[in-house]
């Protein structure tokens, strides 16, 4: 468990070594007066911790690998390989207004993260190509994300990506993209994993790695 550290002002809280921004706190307020985002991403997501810790109990990671956070948000999980593994972390949302949010905590957390604004059918395979792992949390919750997910994961591949991690609090259509994953890709598991920081909360782990182990 990592150690508790001082929090540096009201507001703010502390899960898997990071420090995140609650919604009271008054850079968040300020935030919200001139950016409004959409897409669910007004708030830091439960999953990223079950991601968070699911990272701390395996090898995945690594050591400054290349990070592409999926539907990135105000980036928690980001924040968190970029501070734990000096991973090189891209966030992509389609909504660009998350990045304020995303930036300030990167800041509070003293890391360094790209932004990139693009809808999930917009990545290329010449983009995706830069990355060694792809992760989100949260991010499949509309039917339709279900087939544009599972395209995304077979062109990463073909692209050299080497894993991709997806965390989910179990929508119907993350386990339509998980059991499409399951029939598809041969080295790929759905697991039961928790978080126990800030709060115990259960999710599910999609871990499928790359068939041609490049």
């Not at 207004?97 to 905590?105: C, D, N, R």
């Not at 990463?156 to 609090?169: L, S, T």
Request: glycine letters at 6%; proline letters at 4%; hydrophobic letters at 40%.
């Amino acid at each position: 468990m990592p150690l508790l550290q001082e929090l540096p002002e009201k507001n703010i809280f502390q899960a898997y070594g990071i420090l995140l921004l609650e919604n009271n706190h008054r850079l968040v307020r300020k935030l919200k007066k001139h950016y409004t985002p959409s897409i669910h991403g007004h708030k830091t997501w439960n999953s990223s911790f079950v991601l968070m810790d699911y990272f701390l109990h395996n090898e995945t990671l690594g050591y400054k690998k290349k990070v592409m956070e999926l539907g990135c948000g105000w980036g928690p999980a980001s924040i968190f390989c970029a501070q734990h593994a000096s991973a090189k972390v891209t966030g992509v949302d389609r909504d660009d207004e998350v990045f304020p949010f995303f930036e300030v905590q990167a800041a509070l957390n003293e890391v360094e993260v790209t932004t990139k604004q693009a809808s999930f059918e917009k990545l290329t395979k010449k983009e995706l190509s830069n990355y060694d792992i792809l992760i989100g949390a949260d991010i499949c919750f509309w039917d339709k994300l279900t087939k544009i997910h599972f395209n995304l994961i077979k062109r990463a591949f073909q692209a050299g990506v080497k894993e991709v991690i997806i965390a989910d609090p179990g929508r119907e259509p993350f386990y339509e993209l998980a059991e499409l994953c399951l029939d598809y890709f041969e080295d790929s598991d759905l697991i039961d994993w928790y978080a126990s920081e800030p709060e115990y909360f259960e999710g599910d782990i999609l871990h499928i790695k790359n068939p041609s182990g490049s």
